[in-house]
């Protein structure tokens, strides 16, 4: 064989090992672009997975949020309607015409076991409708009763003391008193007019 044929058949099995090699890497980086495609599809596909969870539980607290903000404001407006007309039952017991009022005085006097002398106090506004007059009328039975010159700060009712122990029958401390037991009569009334409101 001569040295030109020798030279030609490197030449010619050069040519097939680089088409061969070429073949083999295209081949590769085909293969290589696939893997990373796949890659990325799946990291995408996992993102959209997380993206759409966390948005999902961001909406889940956000509704409970809205929910809990929402149920506080009725409930704070339960409290203040049964406040109100706790209050506003209070002043009407206070406001009274002088005639009733002095009856209903009378009426907690004659329910005081407290004997021997026994201070009254009342409020400025009850000093022209609780007079000494009234609480001589309502004493008897072992009872003195005998206006203070204190006067409590309460709306409307009495403050009795006799022997160094008091009992607190203002009309504001018994509404405080008995607000747990008007809050249960009141409360299907106020949620009726709560839901009125909402609607």
Avoid: W
Wanted: proline share 3%.
């Amino acid at each position: 064989m001569s040295l030109e044929a020798i030279a030609e058949r490197i030449r010619e099995d050069a040519a097939k090992e680089a088409a061969s090699i070429a073949g083999a890497a295209d081949a590769e980086r085909r293969e290589a672009l696939d893997a990373a495609r796949r890659q990325l599809e799946d990291e995408f596909a996992r993102s959209l997975d997380r993206i759409s969870r966390e948005a999902s539980e961001q909406e889940a607290r956000l509704r409970f949020h809205a929910a809990s903000e929402a149920g506080r404001l009725v409930e704070n407006e339960k409290r203040m309607l049964l406040d109100r007309a706790i209050s506003n039952a209070v002043d009407r017991l206070a406001g009274l015409p002088p005639e009733q009022y002095g009856e209903l005085i009378s009426s907690i006097l004659a329910s005081c076991t407290m004997t021997g002398d026994v201070e009254v106090s009342i409020s400025q506004g009850d000093e022209d409708r609780i007079t000494p007059a009234l609480l001589a009328g309502a004493s008897g039975g072992g009872r003195n009763f005998r206006l203070s010159p204190v006067r409590h700060a309460g709306r409307g009712g009495v403050v009795l003391t006799s022997g160094g122990v008091s009992l607190n029958a203002t009309f504001s401390m018994l509404a405080s008193l008995e607000r747990e037991r008007i809050v249960m009569q009141l409360a299907p009334l106020v949620a009726d007019a709560a839901s009125g409101t909402e609607g």
